[in-house]
C-alpha cells in the first residue's frame, strides 16, 4: 500500500520525499517591475518548511505581453536572475523541491490588461463573472505566434533551472 509519508520519483527523475505538494496559484505578490519581492521569498520560504513534498510557484509568466495580472513575476527577457535565485532559495532553504510554474494566460487574459489576448484560436473565453467586459477578445495564434511561445517556454525553464528552481511546471489549462 502505498501511503502520503511513501516518497515518489517523478519521471524526469526528481525525487519527492513524500507525495504531498502545494499547489500553484496566483500569489499577486510582484514588484512593479513584475519581479519576486521579499513578500514572495518570505511567503515560500514558509510553505518550503510546511512538510510538502513539492512546492509549486505561483504562475510566472513567460511573455511580456501577454500577461494574466501585471502583480505576478514574469521571467522573459532578460531579467535579475539574483532576484530569481533569491526566491529559489527561499523556497528551498529547508531542502523541498520547488518547482516554477510556467505560464501564457492565452484567452484567460483579463480586458484591462490586454484586450487582444493572444489564444491557440479566436473563441473567447467562458466568462464566469458573467459580464461581458472581464475578458479581451483573443486573436487566433498564427504558426510564428506557436512557435515563439515553445521557445519562450524553454527559455523561461532554462532560466529557472539557473536561478536554482528544482523542475518546472507548465501551466497549460488556458
Known amino acids: 500500500m502505498t501511503l502520503l509519508s511513501d516518497s515518489l520519483t517523478l519521471p524526469c527523475g526528481a525525487t519527492l520525499p513524500n507525495r504531498i505538494a502545494k499547489a500553484a496559484m496566483s500569489e499577486h505578490l510582484a514588484s512593479s ?41 514574469l521571467i522573459a527577457g532578460t531579467p535579475d536572475l539574483a532576484r530569481f535565485s533569491a526566491w529559489a532559495e527561499a523556497g528551498t532553504r529547508a531542502g523541498t523541491p520547488l518547482f516554477m510554474q510556467l505560464n501564457h494566460p492565452g484567452r484567460q487574459t483579463p480586458r484591462h490588461v490586454n484586450p487582444t489576448p493572444l489564444a491557440p484560436s479566436a473563441v473567447p473565453p467562458v466568462n464566469l463573472f458573467r459580464r461581458a467586459s472581464a475578458f479581451g477578445q483573443p486573436r487566433a495564434m498564427s504558426e510564428a505566434d506557436i512557435q515563439r511561445a515553445i521557445d519562450e517556454f524553454a527559455d523561461s525553464a532554462a532560466l529557472a533551472i539557473t536561478a536554482g528552481f528544482d523542475g518546472v511546471e507548465i501551466h497549460g489549462a488556458n
Do not use: C, F, S
Not at 519581479?35 to 521569498?41: K, M, S, Y
Not at 518548511?49 to 505576478?72: F, P, S
Open 33 to 73: 517591475r513584475q519581479e519576486p519581492t521579499r513578500a514572495l521569498n518570505q511567503l515560500y520560504e514558509r510553505w518550503g518548511r510546511g512538510g510538502a513534498g513539492l512546492v509549486i510557484t505561483g504562475n510566472v509568466m513567460v511573455d511580456a505581453r501577454h500577461l494574466e495580472a501585471k502583480t505576478n513575476v
